[in-house]
Every structure is written in C-alpha cells, then in structure tokens.
C-alpha cells in the first residue's frame, strides 16, 4: 500500500519514536527472559546458558505449592465469577431501560474503580472478624475476594457480545414454543459461548496476577505464586525468580493467543 | 365476492394499550376491535406508529394488552405467554438463528414441541420442498441470501403448523423484483397450507394485490375493515381514501340521504350521483372522494371545468392535472394508446365528467 502524505507512518521521526517505544516495552522482559536461562547464582553475573534454574524452581516444594493454590484459586474465582458477570449482564441487557440502570452497571463495575489497596484493607478488617467469629481460615476468603474483583473482568465482554445480539432472536425462540430456560440453552447460551470463554480467560489471568488483595486476605501459609515471588524478592534474590516469571509470561501469553482466536471466530 | 365460511381465527375485542405512565402516556391502541376469520389472508395496514405491529405483538404475546380481550378460537390468548399460543411470527428482520443449519432452524419448534425424531425430520423435509430450499439444508442461515432467508422464516413458522401465522412487514427489506416473486409466493403458501395469515404492511399496493380483507389503521384505531375492492373504491373515511391510492378530494353539500346513496351538489353547481360511507353525518361541507381513473376529460361541458395545469406521461398511462374554477387541484388519469397522445395541453380549458358510479362521500 502507498504512504499517503498525511499518514501518519509518513510523518519524521516515527520509525524512531515506534522503535523506542518497543524497546522500552520488550527489553526489560526479553532481560528476564535471557537472564531465566543464566547459569550463575547471581542476577548480575552472566554464566552461561542452562535450564538450572527452571528445574530447580521445578523442584522447590513451595513454588509447587503456590503454583497449585494459584490455579486452584484462578479457576474457582473465574468460574465463579464469570456465571454471576453472565447472569448480571442478562439482567442489565434483557430488560427495557429503566431509572437506576446505569447506577447498577457502576455497581457492577465498582472493583475497577475502588483502588485495590483499599479494597485489601477493607476485606482485611471484615475477613479477620469473620476468621474469629467461624474459625475457618481456609481458601475460601480468597476465592471470594478473587471473585468479587474478577466480576467486571467477565461482565465486560459478555455484556458488549449481548448489546450486539439481536434481542428477536431470544421472541423468535420464545415465538417456537421455547420456554424461556430453553431459549436461554438453545439459542442465547450457544450464542453468547465465546463472550464466556473471554470473560473467563480475562478473569483467570486477572485472578491469577493479582498481589496487592491476595497480600492482604491470605492466611499464614497460603502463598500464591505472585505473592510467594514478592516473598522470595524480599530476603534473598535467587534467579528462580526469573524462571519463574518466564514461565508466567509463557503462559499469559497461551492464554492470551487462545482469547484473540476464541473472540474471531465468527459465531 | 362470496365470502369464506364464517368462523373467526382471532376476535380482538375491546382490546387498549397504553405506553408508559401519567403525563407521558400514549395509547398504541385506543380500543380495538376486529375479527379475523379463518384460512383468510388478513391485512393491518396503516403508516407508522398506527398501532398494526403493536397489534400483531399483542396476538404472537410479545407484549400484554392493558385491557380487552384477544380470543383464539374462543378461547382468551391474551394473558398468555408467547411459547404457549398456536400462533407463529415471520419477523421482519428474519430471527434466523445464526449458530444453525437451515433445516435446524425449520425444526426448532417441532423440537421444542418435544415431538419424535422421525416426525420432525419429515416435516422438515417437507417444509423444505415447500419453499424450494432443499439444496441448502445444511447451509448455515449466514451464507444465503435475503430471498433465501426470508424463505427459511416462512418455514420455520410455519412447520409447527400453527393456527395463525403472523408476519410483521416480511417483504421490506426486499429489493423490488424478489419482493413481487414473494407476494405471490405468500399468497401460494398461504393457499397450499390453508393457514389464516394476519399479514402487517405499510405499502397500500401491497395490501391491495395480496389480501382478502384490509384493517386500515391510523392513530391506534380501526378506520375501515374490508376487501381491497371495499377499501379501494368505497372508503369510509377520508384518511382511507388518502392513503390509499390517488384521490381528489371535492367540498359537497350532500342531500337525499338513502339506501347507501345520495345526491351531492359540488361547489360548481352540478350534482353528481355519490355512494355514500356507512356512519356518514349530514353536514354542508361533506367530503366527495373521486378517483383519477374514474372521472373522464373532456372539451365540452362536465360537471366540473378548469384549466390544465401539468400533463404528466407514465408509461401505461397520463396523469392530467387540472385546476379547477373553484381553485381546487383534480387529478385526471387517462389510459395511454400507442399512436395518439392524450389530447389536451397545458392551458387547454375542459371539463370534467364524473361518472354516475364515480364518487363517494366519505366521513372526516
């Protein structure tokens, strides 16, 4: 295709500013990346290339650990979460425009608005009381806290494939003799599947990513895997970190790759 | 015409809906009623915003009426959700379900019905050859075209052989050649399966040329029910005559009222014989209704006279504008021949005939 004399990759000094930008971007991952694969004990001294330290982190039973409480913790919290952003999103859309509906939609959104630390410090405070109160100190004050902040992550896309879809499909169904539980199983369900794979991979990662509530909420001995890296940073620097955070990066990266084919495809 | 065997499909009785509350409330429907009688080809026509697809919403159950009483066969429908009424709808976008084959969606009710594999697959089949779309069973609805849609919507509704198929302005979004193959595939269909259609349509020619009897609506209400000869050539009201077809309009004052008929002096002395609507008030000022094709040109003396203002050529035939002495416009339509013209030109001076079975006097 031409340049045209207006387009902006025409302009001086794009190439430049493009580049720099990159870099800035890529560097100091593609640093993480290289230094995952440095022999030497150090994060400052290079050695050589192996894969000493993914093995090692392999093998360390409380990255083991922390990685199985992080997918446990990321596949409840975005189950969770993605059935309840499905059901509010119906809710939201299904219905005509009526006072207060904007006020819900904030509602719903609100753990993006709220900062995170705030909302640490909050669940810190109620789920100390409700730690002593029941005496149950298990994972489940996390998956709550995960869900709650994960909702809007899984509301977003569902809500947006809604809006697009065209409401005389479901008075078509209902119009063919389908109750209303089997128009939602035969015809809005199948056709709001990839909005709910979406909103549960964006949910799973946001879950899984998550440090500054995790911190907070968690109990003695409950570490997650960002929270367990956090952890090693503050006493000693061990380049298992690096290996760790390489295979992090690998499998947002699957992740992400599998949401952009899964949102494409055409229903 | 010999009327079909008298048995309503649907009675709308007294039937109101209201939109919205207090100050901003508006009457959809302003008390209607009508009776459609079974295996008829019933038309609701009427401009946008009259009321005819909050009608046809009221009888598939997509919205409830705020009072009155729909009955199916005697029986009261309208509380009654969509999913549980006999009654199916070809919509107007379509509502093809999009993540199904053709012969998936013509089975969709039959499925929903709960009814056998074997019966399901056969109605399907049978429907398919019905509206000639067995070579594309299993096409997804994406990959064929407007036309093609719009003949899967017709079988989807109609395989669960409902009692009444509602269609709300199927042919709009056709260009216009596919939309004349159309009305006469309706018709066809609707012949063949012996269902009573309630058809909803803004376009009078479409109404005129498809239906057995016309609901002409406006404004919420029911002007005039009737077959396109009744509506077309007897209006009762003036709204009717206008939306319908061409039409001059002449002031009259109306004298010997009886037996449908009466005589009516037009504001140039003459009077005319006039068929006169049912429900028509007395009054000075009454309302004549003449149509273009029924009044006659000529040199000498009619019962109207003017000047021509504008000749208009239409292929079949001439439009001749003419301004009368009164002042009013009366439109003239004369049937074209190959060799001649039609005979007058601007400026000319003529009369005008009205026939003897030409005018109507209608309601305001």
Same mark, same amino acid.
């Given at each position: 295709m031409a340049k045209r004399p207006?387009?902006?990759? %025409?302009?001086?000094g794009f190439g430049f500013m493009a580049l720099l930008t990159f870099f800035a971007l890529y560097l100091p991952i593609a640093a993480l990346v290289t230094y995952?694969?440095?022999? %030497?004990?150090?994060?400052?001294r290079w050695d050589g290339v192996s894969l000493r330290w993914f093995i090692s982190a392999w093998h360390n039973s409380a990255v083991q650990d922390a990685s199985v409480r992080s997918l446990v913790l990321a596949v409840s919290a975005a189950a969770l979460s993605t059935i309840a952003a499905t059901m509010a999103a119906l809710a939201t859309t299904r219905t005509r425009p009526y006072p207060g509906l904007t006020f819900k939609y904030a509602f719903i959104n609100q753990p993006l608005m709220v900062p995170e630390i705030v909302t640490g410090v909050a669940l810190l405070i109620v789920f100390s009381r409700i730690k002593v109160w029941t005496g149950y100190s298990g994972l489940g004050y996390l998956i709550a806290a995960h869900t709650a902040f994960c909702i809007p992550f899984a509301y977003l896309p569902i809500r947006a494939r809604l809006d697009s879809m065209d409401l005389t499909l479901e008075r078509a169904a209902a119009d063919l003799y389908a109750t209303p539980w089997k128009a939602f199983r035969f015809v809005t369900l199948p056709l709001l599947r990839p909005a709910i794979i979406a909103g549960f991979m964006l949910a799973f990662v946001i879950s899984l990513d998550d440090v500054v509530i995790t911190e907070f909420v968690k109990?003695?001995?409950?570490?997650?895997l960002p929270t367990y890296m956090l952890g090693q940073l503050r006493r000693e620097t061990s380049p298992e970190i690096n290996a760790i955070a390489t295979v992090f990066l690998a499998l947002s990266v699957v992740l992400v790759t599998v949401f952009y084919f899964v949102n494409r495809r055409k229903p | 015409m010999p009327d079909k065997?008298?048995?309503?499909?649907i009675e709308v009785v007294n039937v109101r809906k209201i939109f919205?509350?207090?100050?901003?409330?508006?009457?959809?429907?302003?008390?209607v009623s009508v009776s459609i009688r079974e295996n008829e080809f019933f038309t609701l026509l009427g401009?946008?915003?009259?009321g005819k697809t909050t009608l046809l919403r009221l009888i598939a159950g997509f919205d409830f009426p705020t009072a009155g009483e729909i009955l199916l066969y005697g029986q009261?429908?309208?509380?009654?959700?969509?999913?549980?009424?006999?009654v199916n709808t070809v919509f107007q976008s379509y509502?093809?379900?999009?993540?199904?084959t053709v012969a998936d969606n013509i089975g969709f009710g039959l499925e929903m019905l709960g009814k056998p594999k074997a019966e399901i697959k056969a109605r399907v089949a049978e429907m398919l050859k019905l509206v000639k779309m067995e070579a594309l069973a299993?096409?997804?609805?994406?990959?064929?075209s407007g036309g093609q849609q719009q003949r899967v919507a017709l079988a989807r509704a109609l395989a669960p052989q409902p009692k009444v198929l509602l269609l709300d302005?199927?042919?709009?979004?056709?260009d216009f050649k596919l939309r004349k193959d159309m009305q006469i595939e309706l018709k066809r269909l609707q012949h063949e399966t012996g269902i009573t259609f309630i058809f909803v349509t803004h376009d009078q020619e479409e109404a005129l040329t498809m239906s057995d009897r016309i609901a002409v609506m406006s404004a919420g209400k029911i002007l005039q029910v009737g077959s396109p000869w009744d509506i077309y050539?007897?209006?009762?009201e003036r709204f009717v005559a206008d939306f319908i077809g061409e039409t001059n309009f002449l002031t009259a004052a109306v004298s010997n009222i009886g037996n449908g008929k009466a005589r009516a002096t037009l504001k140039s002395g003459a009077t005319i014989e006039a068929t006169v609507a049912e429900g028509f008030q007395p009054k000075d000022n009454a309302t004549v209704v003449v149509r273009p094709e029924h009044a006659k040109l000529t040199k000498d003396k009619g019962e109207l006279s003017g000047t021509v203002d504008n000749i208009v050529y239409f292929g079949t035939d001439t439009h001749i504008y003419v301004r009368l002495d009164s002042g009013e416009v009366f439109t003239v339509r004369q049937q074209n021949t190959r060799?001649?013209?039609?005979?007058f030109e601007r400026g000319d001076k003529v009369g005008i005939v009205v026939g003897n079975d030409a005018a109507q006097v209608v309601r305001d």
């Open positions: 207006f387009d902006i990759q %025409a302009q001086p995952s694969f440095n022999t %030497a004990d150090s994060l400052s109990s003695g001995g409950q570490d997650t | 065997p008298d048995r309503n499909a919205g509350s207090g100050e901003g409330q508006v009457a959809a429907l302003d008390t401009p946008s915003g009259c009261d429908i309208a509380p009654l959700p969509p999913f549980k009424r006999p509502a093809l379900f999009p993540h199904m299993g096409r997804r609805t994406g990959q064929i302005e199927p042919l709009s979004a056709l050539d007897k209006p009762a060799s001649a013209g039609c005979g």
